[in-house]
């Protein structure tokens, strides 16, 4: 035992060591130090102090509490003070009322100080003390760093929420000018404007829908990235919404020629409960992304079902090119978001890289994930898998229809600051039949609808004085039951999933982004006002059917051949020739109409019946004109659209001004 | 202050007591000690503890010491005719309890009068020692602090903190009754082998010395020592003798008691042991313990800065199950006046004498000599 007495400051040493540095919290880390230090070194006071280069001492901890109260503990630090960066380097020591105290340095950071009523520390103990504070040092420095790289990383985070918040802005800030531009170019579109000058306005209204879609990509992928987007899952056809994208998508692949190919696996349940819409961006995205990088071979889209558990399937979407491919190198990063594998922004359409991004974050919050197998002039194979809960399909009659409302006998409240806006809104509903009161802001909306009875009210959301949701709850507080039923329709730029709740929340019905389009408008107001009270405008018939091998033989329209087609009924040919006279202008003119509110669905199937009607009427390059419209509306390549719009009216008028005695 | 001791150690003469000292206006607060015989339950005592207004708090102990005897029957009670604030810790040993949190909020820090602290805690919670460090921190040594550890000796854990609400378990209470004290901590034991590194350990529980089973390295050194021979039931009987020594400089090693054997070659130990830390193991000779005592009263009569009127003696029941019949010996070397002396025998004391952190230590005397003024004794 008589090493005992050498062995104990070594062994305190090592205690002491081990409770430096066991956090990297510097309250944490340097309480539960200061207490080891105390307790096996028989202090009873003590405290770290941070000392920067010409400043005052910090105390970074003590223990006890408010340890200055200790007269040694005071003397000590008054000391240091006093010796100011001569204290640095040596140790300052003293007697105050019974205690002995030290005030040690720790390189780089500051001082020790610790008090005794034990006697003074032998000299071994202190040469102990300093390799530990030396430790101690060091340690206070790395929590030090932790700390600044966590308050860089939330400074980080901080400004990457106000990115969010700034697109958001953004976001609302262009919709809001570009609501005006579009929906003022629309109204333009609707008059009689000379061909050249329709074509202008046509450009305007196609560059700002490509403005848009940037925006929205930027905007999506950013609510998207901060969780600030929500699904809604709903019963959902599969085949109903593979095929709609197909059937959009096969046009272009078309173009390419290009076969393009859906296989639905016969084990896929009819209906699944998933977002049809997002579903269908990421099919589009996919199928899209296999069109623009092949130039030859076919594109195979298909859907299977691997797996059947108790309560969900496990879906997994293929789509399978035999494109240019891509390396390993590049697969690594293609769902990094702005990444663009093949160099470059396509103008012709559109996109800042975003595509993929978007796909693999919607298929996550989806459940499921996305993955590429590629060669590299072999093709791709992409691959989606999701977990959803099967169903029974929606009936056909849940699927929307395009149909414009008949608003006749309606009175509409439009709250809106902005006159271009109030104007826009206000001829798409005197367009649709309607009559309509615009107001100016939400006081004088809550205050017409104190007075006055509307069928809907259209409420811009950030108005002057009183804002939209206010107002709303105004109307709502009424109290009566007209005021609690009307359909109030959120008019707004704002685009991310809170505002949307924000207005449901305020007592609103619906919900209508900006720039609103008659369609989109049509669309809400059907959707929101009571079973019955609008009528849809009645579809077209479709003309009868003829003989297609003999319409394939001539160009121009040759009335004779139709005569003779119909067997040289003249009575019949001339009621044929009338109906076409009354119904071909109007379905050109919604087609027109869908283009210039950049309804391209609705205006490539205006041109698909086109296309089927001029062949009925044996006219095949009017069909083929038609044909190709179709396409380019299906690809939204409005350069060409605009250009074989131009021509159509040549195209029918050979038909309308024909010489029917043939 | 009144004193008064209940041999008969039942609920109906500590009901008188109480009642009368409830009724006396010079009494500000009541401490209470118990022995385990007593019997007390929560049932028993919570509805009369919970009938006094006045601040209360106590401990049950298995045995106490009253007039320099050792009681294994009867009740303590003792009425402080002083201002005294109490605060409770429940639930000491859950991790998730925040110790400093809960001192501040029912404690508050001392004013810059000097106070005497009394702490009693449940002496088989597991966290005392998380708790002290939390109290040190609030309090720092300008309050003279000294409590003990309750419990019974059949080692298992039940409730012995007496409070307003009822008698409690796991929890520790602190009182600051005014006045000053001269606090006196020895032990007396010595190091027989060792140092050995805690390679393993959580809480109380010792698993590793020296990365191997902690009873397996100290039986290696008792059995060599003792000439005795562990077995199934005899683990306390040879332990008693043989506490670890913790290491601190320039003082005595605070003391921690192995109280039985854990799973896979751990050991249970009074008070928490630390991964890091380094153990002696010691062993007692009788008249170094003995002397020891005398050592802690002696401190506190010279560290008192008035004029003494009561000794409270805070000692280690596994001294008196080491020291036996001589225990009277210790109890003579504490009672060496007409000062009364009063106190209990503990699972563990709790003391910052002399200036020092404050401890958990064990099989150690503390000692504590009041400024009560004696002519309001009454014993």
Known sequence: ?662 | MLIHFDSSGSVDALEGYLTALEDDPKIQGIIVFACTDNGFTPASLDPLLASVNKPLIGGVFPNLIYRAQKVSRGTIVWGVARPMDVGLVPALSDATTDIDSVLDRVLGEPGDESTLQFVLVDGFSSRIGAFLNALHDLTGTAVDTIGGGAGSLDMVQRPCIMTNDGLIMDAAVVSRLGGTAGVGVAHGWSPIDGSFHITGAENTVLHTLDWRPAFEVYREVVEKHSGRRFSDDNFFDIAKAYPFGLARLDAERIVRDPLMRGEHGALVCVGEVNEGEHVDILHGDRGALIAAAQVAREQADATIREKPGLRLFMDCISRVLFLEEDFEQELARVAIDDLPVIGACTFGEIANGAGEFLEFFNKTSVVATLSEARQQIEL
């Open chain 1, 1 to 662: 035992m008589t090493n005992k007495s050498a062995q104990l400051p070594i062994q305190v040493a090592l205690e002491i060591a081990l409770a430096i540095g066991n956090s990297l919290d510097l309250a944490t880390m340097t309480r539960e130090a200061l207490r080891t230090y105390l307790r096996k070194l028989n202090c009873h006071t003590g405290m770290i102090i941070r000392s920067p280069l010409g400043a005052d001492p910090l105390v970074v901890a003590e223990s006890p509490r408010r340890a200055l109260r200790h007269p040694a503990a005071a003397r000590a630090l008054e000391m240091l003070r006093a010796r100011g960066e001569d204290a640095s380097a040596s140790v300052l020591s003293g007697e105050c009322e019974g205690s002995h105290f030290y005030v040690m340095p720790l390189t780089d950071y500051g001082h020790l100080m610790l008090c005794r009523s034990a006697g003074e520390f032998g000299p071994a103990v202190l040469a102990s003390l300093n390799k530990l504070n030396a430790k101690l040092s060091g340690a206070c420095v790395a929590c030090e760093q932790n700390a600044d790289l966590a308050r860089a990383k939330q400074s980080a985070e901080d400004a990457d929420t106000a990115k969010t918040l700034f697109l958001a802005n953004m976001s609302h800030e262009i919709r809001t000018p570009m609501n005006g531009v579009l929906g003022l170019a629309n109204l333009l579109l609707l008059s009689d404007l000379p061909p050249r000058e329709h074509g202008f306005v046509q450009t305007i209204c196609s560059s700002a829908e490509s403005l848009l879609t940037i925006i929205d990509d930027v905007l999506h992928f950013s609510t998207l990235e901060h969780g600030q987007f929500s699904l809604h899952p709903e019963p959902t056809s599969l085949r109903a919404v593979m095929e709609s994208v197909v059937d959009i998508l096969q046009p272009v692949a078309q173009e390419k020629d290009l076969p393009l190919h859906l296989t639905i696996a016969g084990d896929v349940p009819a209906g699944v409960i998933v977002d049809p819409s997002r579903l269908r961006q990421i099919l589009t995205n996919l199928i899209t992304n296999a069109i623009k990088f092949t130039e030859r071979g076919q594109i195979d889209v298909i859907l299977q079902c691997p797996q059947r558990g108790t309560n969900t399937v496990r879906l997994e979407l293929l789509v399978i090119d035999t494109g240019i491919g891509i390396s390993d190198e590049q697969a690594a990063r293609l769902f990094d978001p702005f990444h663009q594998v093949h160099g470059g922004y396509d103008r012709s359409r559109g996109g800042v890289g975003l595509g993929l991004a978007i796909t693999r974050e919607l298929a996550s919050m989806m459940g499921g994930d996305v993955s590429v197998n590629s060669s590299l002039g072999e093709g791709s194979e992409f691959r989606v898998t999701l977990e959803v809960e099967p169903c029974a399909a929606p009936s056909e009659d849940e699927i929307a229809t395009g149909a414009y409302a008949n608003l006749a006998g309606m009175r509409i409240l439009v709250a809106e600051d902005d006159e271009t806006n109030q104007l826009v809104v206000g001829e798409m509903l005197r367009l649709l039949g309607a009559q309509y009161r615009a107001v100016g802001d939400g006081l004088e909306a809550a205050e017409a609808a104190a007075t006055e009875r509307f069928d809907v009210i259209l409420m811009d959301v950030q108005m002057p004085r009183v804002d939209g949701l206010a107002a709303t709850r105004a109307i709502r507080a009424q109290g009566t039951p007209w005021a609690k039923e009307v359909p109030i329709i959120a008019l707004t730029a704002h685009v991310m999933e809170e505002h949307r709740d924000q207005c449901l929340e305020a007592g609103m019905t619906g919900f209508l982004s900006k720039p609103i389009s008659p369609a989109g408008l049509s669309r809400a107001l059907v959707q929101h006002l009571p079973r019955g009270s609008v009528a849809d405008h009645p579809q077209l018939d479709v003309p009868t059917s003829v003989d297609p091998e003999r319409g394939a033989r001539a160009e121009r329209f040759d009335v004779s051949a139709l005569a003779a087609m119909l067997g040289n009924n003249h009575e019949l040919l001339e009621r044929v020739l009338d109906t076409f006279r009354d119904e071909a202008p109007k379905v050109f003119a919604d087609l027109t109409e869908a283009l210039e509110e950049q309804d391209y669905d609705k205006a490539a199937r205006l041109a698909h019946r086109l296309k089927g009607t001029t062949a009925n009427m044996t006219a095949n390059g009017a069909s083929k004109l038609f044909a190709r419209l179709e396409a380019a509306l299906s690809a939204q390549d409005l350069v060409a659209a605009e250009a074989l719009v131009a021509r159509a009216p040549v195209a029918l008028d050979e038909i309308l001004l024909a010489d029917r005695s043939g």
